[in-house]
């Protein structure tokens, strides 16, 4: 009966050691916040820049355009320097790729938000005697909407 005890005892402590732990509920809303925080962080990044650019692209393309005039009374339009306009072209291109970031933190951030916990009473029919009787009895709530 000793060996008995003490291999269960030495199964339990080994059992406890190596088993994997359970994510509660808050780890996982606070993963869920800090990917939605990151995410909003890099799109707010994305569409900065992408403003920068193609304010940094216009004017490129503008001052090349009004040097090309200046030379030229009767220039036709074609610009011989695409600098300003492709720098302007990736900063809208940017901006928009933006987009998708925004929609996945608020997405990630309504996850974050639907996980719950708590507690309720539920209701059951239970057989009394020879009829049945709804009984409360506490019960806990878990949410996760996903």
């Known amino acids: 009966m000793k060996k008995i005890i003490i291999s269960l005892t030495v199964f339990s402590i080994a059992l406890n050691c190596f088993s994997q732990q359970a994510d509660s509920l808050q780890s996982i809303k606070m993963d869920f ?57 990736v900063g809208v291109l940017t901006s928009i790729g933006s987009i998708p970031l925004f929609v996945a933190s608020a997405k990630n951030k309504r996850r974050a938000l639907a996980i719950s916990t708590g507690f ?23 949410k996760i909407r996903l």
């Open 33 to 89: 916040l800090k990917k939605s925080k990151n995410q909003k962080t890099t799109a707010w990044v994305l569409l900065g820049g992408g403003v920068a650019l193609s304010v940094t692209g216009m004017i490129i393309y503008s001052t090349a355009y009004k040097k090309a005039v200046n030379e030229d009374p009767l220039y036709l339009g074609t610009n011989t320097n695409p600098t300003g306009a492709a720098i302007a072209t």
């Open 120 to 142: 309720k009473m539920e209701k059951a029919s239970v057989i009394q005697g020879s009829c049945f009787v709804k009984k409360s009895y506490p019960a806990l709530s878990v």
